[in-house]
Every structure is written in structure tokens, then in C-alpha cells.
């Protein structure tokens, strides 16, 4: 089945800091990989996606490089920011024709000043 | 272009009761896609509408249902409330392709007492 493992937080960085979020995966057949990011109250919004593997998506700073290999999808950002406080969800949706998304258990990101 | 929209933000309710949400997609897109979210089992798949028909459904209960009328508004219906309802239920839009990005809405959040 389809699952995705996601680092617990909640992390807490200084400002400027570097950040690496690690997903990794489980699925059926090659999927199409996510982040996504939640600001208080607010729903969810794209970070950045990979369709394939070896693919980089990239946004607003952040990477993450989709690893078959070793499936998976870490986020990084090389200088984190206060505004990037937020919970970070990776996501995976196969594409046999559901899809669907599967996230995962979310990591909570506070940086501070 | 608007994004997708979603009425009420909140609402509370008590066990035994029913509850509908309401879902407006972005403009052309034909796929809506519902998800709940809670703290403790995270955010997981309801169910997806295309052109007025379930196309895929997650593992809820049949407590849990939903329509999407022609202009591809949706709602999504709960009956016989329980406390574990509680959750804030996310929505997402998309052109109906396959791997195309879903836009979610801010969510509702439903409390259960």
C-alpha cells in the first residue's frame, strides 16, 4: 500500500539556520511526490512537487530531490526564516488513477529570531 | 481567479446530530476532493468527486457521504455525529487530470460536543 513516514517534530531552528525535513515512502509502482505547508489556520498550500524520479522541485528556497533509490523526499532550505514557521507535510499520490493523496504526520517548524 | 472557498469555517454541533459543508472549487475545475484532519490520525482521504460522481472513496464509515452538483460544487455530509468527528475537513480542487495539483480551500472546522 501507499504510506508516507515523515520526521516527528516539532523542530525549532534560529533564524538563518539550515533546514532538512526527511520524508520517506512506501508505494506502489512510482509515484508523484509532495511537500506541503500550513500557516496557522489556513489550509493547505503546494510547496514544491516531483513527478518522477531524480526530479528537484523547488520554491521560495526550498529543495527537495526525489530519491527512488532510497524513496525518498527530503525537504531543505539553506537559511530558514520566521515567516517560514509552519507545519510542513509531505505527500505521495500514485498514479494508477486515484489519485489521492497520503500524507504524512506533519512536522511543525518554529524558527525564532 | 478566486480560489476554493468553503462555508461555514466553523461550526459546532452535538452527538447524534447531522452537519453539511460546502465546497465551491476553483473555476474550471471538475474534481473535488475531500480530507479530514485531526490530531490524531492526521489528514486522511475522504472521498473524490468528478463530473457529479464518486470517483474514488477513503476508508470512513458510511456515516461520512458527499455529492458535487453541475457546476461542481460539493458538500459532504455527516450523520449521527460522533465526539471523533472533530476535525477541521480540508477540500481540494483540481482540473480532474491525472497529477494535476490539488488548491486546497482554509478548511471548516467542526467541533462535536
Known amino acids: 500500500g501507499n504510506s508516507v513516514t515523515q520526521m516527528e517534530g516539532p523542530v525549532t531552528l534560529s533564524e538563518e539556520a539550515f533546514l532538512t525535513i526527511n520524508c520517506t515512502y512506501t508505494a506502489t509502482g512510482y509515484p508523484s511526490l509532495f511537500w506541503y505547508v500550513q500557516y496557522p489556520g489556513e489550509g493547505l498550500q503546494l510547496l514544491l512537487k516531483a513527478t518522477k524520479a531524480d526530479d528537484k522541485g523547488s520554491n521560495k528556497g526550498f529543495e527537495a530531490t526525489y530519491r527512488k533509490e532510497t524513496t525518498s523526499f527530503h525537504l531543505e532550505k539553506g537559511s530558514v526564516q520566521v515567516s517560514d514557521s509552519a507545519v510542513y507535510f509531505c505527500a505521495l499520490s500514485d498514479k494508477t488513477g486515484a489519485n489521492n493523496l497520503f500524507f504524512g504526520t506533519g512536522t511543525r517548524l518554529t524558527v525564532i529570531p | 481567479k478566486a480560489g476554493v472557498t468553503q462555508t461555514p469555517r466553523y461550526l459546532i454541533k452535538t452527538r447524534g446530530q447531522q452537519v453539511t459543508l460546502s465546497c465551491s472549487p476553483i473555476?474550471?475545475?471538475?474534481?473535488v476532493s475531500w480530507y479530514q484532519q485531526t490530531p490524531g490520525q492526521g489528514l486522511q482521504f475522504l472521498f473524490e468527486y468528478f463530473s457529479e460522481t464518486q470517483r474514488n472513496k477513503g476508508n470512513f464509515p458510511g456515516r461520512f457521504s458527499g455529492r458535487q452538483f453541475s457546476n461542481s460544487r460539493s458538500e459532504m455530509n455527516v450523520s449521527t455525529l460522533e465526539l471523533g468527528d472533530s476535525a477541521l475537513y480540508l477540500c481540494?480542487?483540481?482540473?480532474?487530470?491525472?497529477?494535476?495539483?490539488?488548491?486546497f480551500g482554509p478548511g471548516t472546522r467542526l467541533t462535536v460536543l
Open positions: 473555476s474550471g475545475h471538475r474534481s
Open positions: 481540494a480542487s483540481r482540473t480532474g487530470g491525472a497529477n494535476n495539483e490539488q488548491f
